[in-house]
């Protein structure tokens, strides 16, 4: 969507400089409704503001008529090889593979590349879906440093409350 009257977005690389439309940034917003700080929290503060700027934690996309798409969160970005990877984008295609119920990938680490992706996908039951057979769609379909270089089948997905995947727990499985 668009950004309501009196609210500013922007998205930004790494730097805090604005991206050009149509590239993935960190979104920032800034406006009469967004927070002027943590309570009693100076650090807190220090590193989600930036002068008026709140840095969201979430990447999105902004095209050139202002729409803005928030695509994953900036947490849960791994570097491989020197490339920025944003899970959600891999995640969405691996769902869409016939036998998936659901995909979690992170970011492990690696000697030579830095982090490797490892995907986590629960299964259809009936579903005979190869770990192999994943890794080849990914090949046709994503770059190459975007593809998992690991896939584990699990049973269920750790959630919270809300149903959102606990990756902090998936990176606790061996």
């Given at each position: 969507?668009r ?11 790494a730097?805090?400089n604005?991206v050009?439309?149509?590239e993935a ?6 406006g009469?409704?967004?927070m002027?700080?943590?309570f009693d929290?100076v650090?807190?503060t ?11 934690g ?6 050139d008529n202002g729409y ?5 969160r900036i947490?849960?970005?791994y570097?491989?090889g020197g ?18 119920v659901?995909a979690a990938?992170?970011?492990m680490p690696?000697?030579r590349?830095?982090?490797l992706?490892k ?12 770990e192999?057979?994943v ?5 046709a379909?994503?770059a190459n440093?975007k593809?998992?270089?690991i896939?584990?089948?699990i049973d ?5 409350a809300?149903?959102k995947?606990l ?8």
């Amino acid at each position: 969507g668009r950004a309501m009257d009196g609210v500013e977005v922007k998205c930004v690389d790494a730097n805090g400089n604005e991206v050009p439309h149509g590239e993935a940034g960190e979104i920032w917003v800034r406006g009469y409704n967004v927070m002027q700080g943590y309570f009693d929290n100076v650090d807190a503060t220090k590193e989600t503001m930036h002068d008026d700027w709140l840095k969201t934690g979430d990447v999105g996309v902004m095209d050139d008529n202002g729409y803005l798409k928030i695509t994953d969160r900036i947490k849960d970005m791994y570097i491989s090889g020197g490339f920025n990877v944003y899970p959600a984008e891999i995640e969405s295609g691996i769902t869409s593979i016939k036998g998936v119920v659901q995909a979690a990938v992170i970011g492990m680490p690696d000697e030579r590349m830095g982090e490797l992706g490892k995907a986590f996908i629960v299964k259809a039951a009936d579903s005979e879906l190869s770990e192999q057979d994943v890794i080849t769609w990914c090949k046709a379909n994503l770059a190459n440093y975007k593809v998992p270089k690991i896939v584990c089948f699990i049973d269920a997905m750790p959630l919270n409350a809300a149903g959102k995947i606990l990756k902090t727990e998936l990176r606790k499985y061996k």
